[in-house]
């Protein structure tokens, strides 16, 4: 059983999926994790796995980048 949790994500740039091994590019702030670990996965492994985390997470994207463009 695979547990996806958001954490923040404080390394940035190239990070492979921890699950599907496919290349991914993140930035600083909260991201799909294995829960309990530091190892980042794709948002189509976190679909597969927890849609609704990532739902939640597209929608804070969203929100963040919203935010930034009235700022
Ligand atoms: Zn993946």
């Known amino acids: 059983m695979i547990h996806v949790a ?3 994500n404080i390394y940035g740039g190239d990070h492979y ?3 599907c091994g ?3 590019h993140t930035k600083f702030g909260p991201d799909l994790f294995l829960e309990g670990t ?3 996965i794709c948002h189509d ?3 597969d796995h927890n849609p609704m ?3 939640f997470l597209e929608l804070m994207d969203k ?3 919203r935010l930034a463009n009235v700022a």
């Open 53 to 55: 985390l990532v739902e």
């Open 22 to 24: 496919e290349k991914i």
């Open 63 to 65: 929100a963040g980048s």
């Open 38 to 40: 530091n190892h980042i």
């Open 45 to 47: 492994c976190g679909r």
């Open 17 to 19: 999926c921890a699950l």
């Open 6 to 8: 958001i954490k923040e």
